[in-house]
Nanobody, 127 residues
Framework: QVQLEESGGGLVQAGGSLRLSCTAS????????MGWFRQAPGKEREFVGA????????YYADAVKGRFTISKDNAKDTLSLQMNNLKAEETGVYYC????????????????????WGQGTQVTVSS
């Protein structure tokens, strides 16, 4: 069973930046899409962004458009989430996820669109 591992979380002041990374435990792991979600205390896990490899398409939640960027380092086989101008309300655990099978586009905006998840990394934005 492939596993995903996130890294790069930490404490940052509002307006600052962080770069999260996601690595699969198996280099031969292939996916149709990978996404980032976050979960604040007491709230449901919410969509942040996704990369659909076959379509070379990137989706972002409206709240993060223009500030967050998903990219993939093929040499390192790592998915990254660059987060700029962070806000205090974006504090939470950030999760990386992957879909090993193709799904409809709308599925990738929800947790149901992914079947492999990482353990998450904590991001704390101080105001």
């Amino acid at each position: 069973q492939v596993q995903l591992e996130e890294s790069g979380g930490g404490l940052v002041q509002a307006g600052g930046s962080l770069r999260l990374s996601c690595t699969a435990s198996r280099r031969t792991f292939s996916s149709y899409a990978m996404g980032w979600f976050r979960q604040a205390p007491g709230k449901e896990r919410e969509f942040v962004g996704a990369a659909i490899w076959g379509a070379a398409t990137y989706y972002y939640a409206d709240a993060v458009k223009g500030r967050f960027t998903i990219s993939k380092d093929n040499a390192k086989d790592t998915l990254s989430l660059q987060m700029n101008n962070l806000k205090a309300e974006e504090t939470g655990v950030y999760y990386c996820a992957a879909s090993r099978w193709p799904r409809s586009g709308s599925d990738y905006y929800t947790v149901n669109g992914y079947d492999v998840w990482g353990q998450g990394t904590q991001v704390t934005v101080s105001s």
